[in-house]
């Protein structure tokens, strides 16, 4: 019995898992707009937003 | 959070001021930056300091000042005394009610509520992290996520702690309008639904293309250094596997509308391209299975690929396009400012005004559907559906058409018509309908496409069965999917349609309307155009033509005849207006008060100014003998002498007529000059018609007829006449009563009257008084018609060579996936640059019709 035979399939089963993680993300939207993420990452103090956001909510 | 949003919310306890500029509210304190006193533009102004919501408004302002246009704010304040801030009713109210507005709202599993809303003066990074930073300060807004690419902005909010219209008035404090979004935006989001479906069969088709490779690769290396059998199997038929998976799941689309063709029996582009997939995957079976022969599910699989992204860039293109045609047919997609019963006004899209609705037209703005003037006076512009030019007085009571553009102050109207059932939705449905019109070109297209796409099978089957002979089947296979990809009849099938929907599109924008797609393929060839003379090539009423006597002699005539609504005076009227302005005197014309204005029946008008006796009217009564009048009626027919006495003495004489139009000589011309024949053929049965054909003639224009006191239906049998000479017939006309003539020609041309009548019936309406337009329209047509054979040429030229490329075996399916597309998007791009209406030429704009 090959090791071929065990490689192939799990190749494939890690190859479909990035497809599927791919599908995700065209799914939720996150390809729609590659625009502001792009400033968000510059910008944005989420740790304070987020801690003044369970705060007041 | 950040203090400068911290320091604005604190300041909006502030004693409040006007923006100069936009008059939105702002805030004064010592140190605020919201509230910017003017600095830039202190030369240009003295008075009380000027203060301003933003940098913005105030670029804007100094920048108006600078150009000497400030006279735009104390004109603004003219034109409309209830002018307040715009904006601001316009982000809020139209959030206040979030059904009414049209707006989506997704309630979540937890309670919260997720809406999405259009962004108005966002412009980079730095607008989307303030708004995203306000959450903290708004309680029960839990989160705002801006969409930079389609300036939308996503809420989470509770709905029981807060609204999105309190985010929109927290918002416009920074000047961040918030509104539901569009209907564009709406229709993009169903498009972007698609989108993503293409995104995800792509992604699936290269994972398994590109797995598929790899195998084929393992294979070939194989083959060269050597493999177990059993290896071989093992690789054969995963790839196969592989391959089967492609076709069958990012493939099926191509299957599908394959199987919908043969039902439906109407050849389509796919099943040439489904064939070629089905060869290909009965071939990488038998390969599969039988262990000889070359592999297939590699092609098999990046076939399939390569078709989907052609494709989803075909749907792009495609969309594209009919976006930009849905924008240039959307004629009433207005937003209308509706009143509830209490007063409230709120901002909504024109089609949801029912018949009941009270809305505010403001100045400027148009009105959104029929209905009746509630409150207010004004005056509108008709010309987009009655082909009248001048300014209407629209007084409260009288009916007004959507479409109207109002001009002078804010009315209410209530609405007795939906948007669809008024007058501007059955233009715009009407002129819709053609675009969806088979014509005879675009039945052609579908024939020929039919018919090609039988011969590409046909030559399929021709080319499998000769290479198999000669080199067996995997060669054949190869090339018969080549040649089944490249041949693609889609250019033929596309072209013809989208041609002829861009040029009514376009002629649209310039107030042609078209209700027949053949009308245009009709104008491409010249014929013979036939006009009407009243209201098309003169102005279908009277006016002056002349004056001779003294100048100063006019203001009094003006002083009696304004008190006058005779169409003599009021053209006498007008003519010494136009005088005025023209020699830029302001005589005292509006001090001269004219006393005991008396009107004579049929003879004048008599009246008293400066304490001389004036009498206006007809020359005869006062001072000729019987066989004199006699004689001046027989000379004076085409034009009407009016004489102004003074004392009783003739000082004046006015002379009227119905004049031509400015510029009608050179459209005759114009078209004469295209090889068209010209014709008059009128109802008026006074010699005018004759001396306006002789003063065409003179400035060189050949009329074939000119003929005079017509009766509708005679019209009719001159234009069969004419048509049964072998020539293309074109009336033009008004609306209404060349009715007859306009239908029985080969294409009417309505230029005067309601638009949807005169839509009716001829299947053009020219919306504005331009005669210069017809030499446009038909070279418009003229153009669509040769790009759509430009487009056949093209398609037939490209599919003539590669799919004898194809055949010949110069092509690998792969180069021919890559090419299908190709040749499609070259079509799209050819019928969309198509130059049906090239723009405006100066000499075009500058001699416009009033």
Same mark, same amino acid.
């Given at each position: 019995m090959s090791v071929l035979y065990i490689a192939l399939p799990i190749a494939i089963l890690l190859g479909?898992?990035?497809?599927?993680?791919?599908?995700?993300?065209?799914?939720?939207g996150q390809y729609e707009d590659l625009e502001a993420d792009s400033y968000r990452i510059l910008l944005d103090d989420q740790p304070e937003l987020s801690k003044h956001d369970t705060k007041s909510s | 959070m950040s203090p400068t949003l911290e320091e604005a919310c604190n300041r909006a306890t502030g004693s409040t001021v006007r923006c100069a500029h936009c008059g939105l509210e702002?805030?004064?304190s010592g140190r605020d930056t919201w509230a910017l006193q003017e600095q830039a533009s202190s030369e240009a102004t003295e008075g009380p300091p000027k203060y301003f919501c933003c940098h913005g408004c105030m670029g804007a302002y100094s920048l108006i000042h600078q150009l000497g246009l400030e006279n735009f704010y104390s004109l603004r304040a003219l034109l409309d005394q209830d002018s307040q801030p715009v904006r601001k009713t316009k982000a809020s109210d139209s959030l206040k009610n979030l059904r009414e507005s049209g707006v989506e709202v997704q309630t979540l599993s937890d309670g919260t509520c997720r809406v999405r809303l259009g962004v108005e003066g966002l412009h980079c990074a730095a607008c989307s992290w303030l708004i995203e930073s306000l959450p903290p300060s708004i309680p029960g807004l839990k989160s705002a996520r801006v969409r930079l690419s389609d300036r939308s902005l996503e809420l989470l909010y509770d709905p029981l702690r807060t609204e999105p219209f309190r985010v929109a008035e927290y918002l416009t404090k920074f000047g961040y309008v918030l509104?539901?979004?569009?209907?564009?935006?709406?229709?993009? %989001?169903?498009d972007r639904r698609l989108r993503q479906e293409h995104w995800y069969w792509i992604a699936i088709a290269f994972f398994l293309a590109a797995n598929a490779m790899w195998i084929a690769i393992s294979l070939y290396a194989g083959e060269a250094t050597g493999i177990a059998r059993e290896h071989e199997r093992f690789l054969r038929w995963v790839g196969a596997i592989l391959g089967l998976l492609s076709a069958a799941f990012p493939g099926r689309i191509f299957f599908r509308s394959a199987w919908q063709s043969i039902k439906t029996r109407i050849p389509h582009v796919d099943v040439p391209v489904a064939t070629g997939l089905l060869v290909g995957t009965i071939g990488s079976l038998i390969g599969a299975a039988t262990g000889k022969g070359h592999v297939y599910f590699d092609s098999l699989a990046s076939l399939v690929l390569l078709l989907r992204i052609g494709r989803y860039i075909q749907f792009r293109?495609?969309?594209?396009?009919?976006?930009?045609?849905?924008?240039?047919?959307?004629?009433?997609?207005?937003?209308?400012? %509706?009143v509830t019963a209490e007063g409230q006004k709120a901002t909504v899209p024109a089609r949801q005004l029912r018949p009941g609705d009270r809305v505010e037209v403001r100045s400027g703005s148009m009105i959104p559907t029929d209905g009746v003037i509630s409150k207010g006076q004004t005056e509108l512009q008709t010309a987009f559906i009655t082909g009248e030019s001048r300014p209407q007085r629209a007084m409260q009571g009288q009916e007004v058409f959507g479409g109207s553009l109002n001009l002078k102050s804010t009315i209410e109207i209530t609405v007795l018509k939906s948007a669809h059932e008024g007058r501007l939705g059955q233009i715009s449905s009407l002129v819709q309908q053609a675009t969806s019109d088979r014509t005879p070109l675009i039945q052609l297209a579908d024939r020929v496409g039919r018919v090609f796409v039988w011969v590409v099978l046909a030559l399929a089957i021709g080319t499998c069965g000769t290479w198999?002979?000669?080199?067996?089947p995997s060669v054949a296979i190869q090339r018969t999917v080549s040649l089944l990809t490249i041949a693609c009849p889609c250019a033929l099938a596309l072209a013809a349609p989208l041609v002829i929907t861009v040029a009514i599109g376009r002629a649209a924008r310039e107030k042609i309307w078209i209700r027949d797609g053949n009308a245009?393929?009709?104008?491409?060839?010249?014929?013979?155009?036939?006009?009407?003379?009243?209201?098309?090539?003169?102005?279908?009423?009277l006016r002056v033509v002349d004056w001779s006597g003294p100048v100063e002699l006019l203001p009094s005539v003006e002083a009696i005849q304004s008190q006058s609504e005779h169409p003599i005076a009021k053209a006498l009227v007008e003519f010494i207006r136009l005088e005025n302005a023209h020699a830029k005197e302001q005589v005292s014309a509006c001090l001269l008060k004219a006393h005991s204005v008396e009107l004579e029946v049929g003879q004048g008008i008599r009246g008293i100014v400066d304490g001389r006796e004036v009498f206006i009217g007809r020359i005869d009564s006062q001072s000729q003998t019987q066989t004199q009048r006699q004689e001046q009626d027989r000379t004076d027919e085409v034009y009407r002498k009016v004489g102004v006495f003074v004392d009783g003495n003739l000082q004046g004489v006015f002379r009227l007529g119905d004049v031509q139009r400015p510029g009608v000589a050179k459209a005759?011309?114009?078209l004469q000059q295209r090889g068209w024949k010209l014709a008059i053929l009128s109802g008026d049965d006074s010699p005018h018609v004759q001396s306006l054909g002789l003063e065409l003639q003179k400035s060189g224009i050949d009329l074939e007829e000119c003929l005079g006191g017509l009766s509708p239906e005679q019209k009719k049998e001159h234009l069969d006449r004419f048509h049964a000479l072998g020539l293309t017939t074109v009336m033009i006309g008004d609306g209404i009563n060349d009715a007859i003539a306009l239908a029985s020609a080969d294409v009417g041309i309505a230029v005067r009257g309601p638009s949807e009548i005169a839509l009716r019936n001829a299947p053009i309406y020219m919306g504005a008084n331009h005669l210069e337009l017809i030499p446009r329209l038909l070279d418009a047509s003229t153009n669509a018609v040769q790009a759509i054979h430009r487009c056949f040429a093209a398609s037939l030229f490209y599919n003539c060579i590669t799919i004898g490329l194809a055949a010949t075996g110069y092509i690998h399916p792969w180069i021919a996936a890559v090419f299908m597309p190709i040749s499609g998007i070259t079509v799209l791009l050819m019928a969309w640059t198509a130059r049906t209406f090239p723009p405006h030429s100066k000499s075009l704009t500058q001699t416009t019709f009033e």
């Open positions: 479909a898992a990035g497809l599927w993680a791919c599908l995700r993300c065209i799914k939720t | 702002t805030q004064v509104g539901p979004m569009h209907q564009e935006e709406l229709e993009d %989001r169903a293109a495609q969309y594209r396009s009919g976006m930009s045609i849905a924008k240039l047919l959307r004629f009433h997609d207005i937003e209308a400012v %509706r198999w002979a000669i080199q067996g245009l393929e009709r104008l491409s060839k010249p014929g013979l155009i036939c006009f009407d003379k009243t209201g098309t090539l003169t102005f279908g009423e005759l011309s114009a």
